[in-house]
């Protein structure tokens, strides 16, 4: 019904910077909130920022005055831009929506993630 794909990881020295993008395809209506959310290994799947469909934000504190989350509405697409990177950033990111689908119907929708990886 929904498919949430994130693209923009990789490999990046401490100090610099990624940007992450998700794009939902399939049944949409509209989207609510979307979001990042990581997995380091070894550790839980931790809150990163959320971004309302008005363009409202929320950050976790470990990421706040380093990353912004931003969308593009008309192409349902949410960005995580990553600045000043860390070891400690280093994780799978995962994209995550609540998605109202053409049948009016709501699901909570993940993407299959993506790695970042920094080096110190």
């Known amino acids: 019904q929904v498919q949430l794909v994130e693209s923009g990881g990789g490999l990046v020295q401490a100090g610099g910077s990624l940007r992450l993008s998700c794009a939902a395809s399939?049944?949409?209506?509209?989207?609510?909130?979307m979001g990042w959310y990581r997995q380091a290994p070894g550790k839980q799947r931790e809150f990163v920022a959320r971004i309302s469909s008005g363009g409202s934000t929320n950050f976790a504190d470990s990421v706040k005055d380093r990353f912004t989350i931003s969308r593009d509405n008309a192409k349902n697409t949410v960005y995580l831009q990553m600045n000043s990177l860390k070891a400690e950033d280093t994780a799978v990111y995962y994209c995550?929506?609540?998605?109202?689908?053409?049948?009016?119907?709501?699901?909570?929708?993940w993407g299959q993630g993506i790695l970042v990886t920094v080096s110190s």
């Open positions: 399939g049944s949409i209506f509209s989207i609510n909130d």
């Open positions: 995550e929506a609540m998605v109202v689908l053409s049948t009016r119907s709501t699901v909570n929708a």
